[in-house]
Structure formats: structure tokens, C-alpha cells
């Protein structure tokens, strides 16, 4: 089955250094490393074309999740990123940094960050 729109999203932010990527029950998910927060794509076909996400906030799978907009969570997961990478020296400037990150994105996804 082809990826959709909202699966790009959730592989794209697994990618990022505060992310792990894992399988759940055959779903590619991705978990935040600092909370356990999990972000998946949703089950209806018609929110998974519209990029949205399925957020499990601190990853209680027992607490009904969050559907947000992808590329908005992918934005601000992406200033996360390069804030890590400049702490940790793999980044000399914050915009150009968060200018390539994100023009991939766009590449990965098909979708952009705001």
C-alpha cells in the first residue's frame, strides 16, 4: 500500500533526533524520546490524504488522542530538532539550519511546515 500523506508526515518527524520510529500492532509510529508522546497516522482514509496526525500525548494509549494538522506538528517538532543539533554543534546557524530541514521536509512529505 502506497504511503499516505499523513504516514510521510509521522516517518519524517521519526527521523528527527528527539524521535525513535517504532512498529505498534504493524503501524509505523513515531515516539518522542523526552515523553513518550506517539504520533500516528489516523484510520480514515480521507484524514490520512488531508495530512493530518493521531497524537497520544505522553503515549497513554488508555486517553482519547488529539487529530492534528500534520504539518503544523512537523513545524514545530522541526525547531526542536535544530535546537538540539545547535546545542550539539551539528548546526552553526539556526535559519539556514531550519531552512534545509524544512525544504526536506517538503521534499519527504509533499506537504510543507509552517
Known sequence: MPENIS??????????PHYDEE???????????????????????????????????????????NTLIGSQIAGLEIVEGVRIGFTMGDYKDH???????????ANKTGATSL
Open 7 to 16: 504516514q510521510r508526515i509521522v516517518n519524517f518527524i521519526s527521523k528527527l
Open 95 to 105: 535559519k539556514k539550519a531550519y531552512t534545509q530541514l524544512a525544504e526536506h521536509f
Open 23 to 65: 512498529l505498534m500492532e504493524g503501524i509505523h509510529i513515531a515516539r518522542r524520546i523526552t515523553d513518550g508522546t506517539v504520533l500516528m497516522a489516523p484510520d480514515e482514509t480521507e484524514e490520512r490524504e488531508s495530512g493530518l496526525i493521531v497524537v497520544y500525548w505522553q503515549g497513554d494509549l488508555s486517553r482519547k488522542p
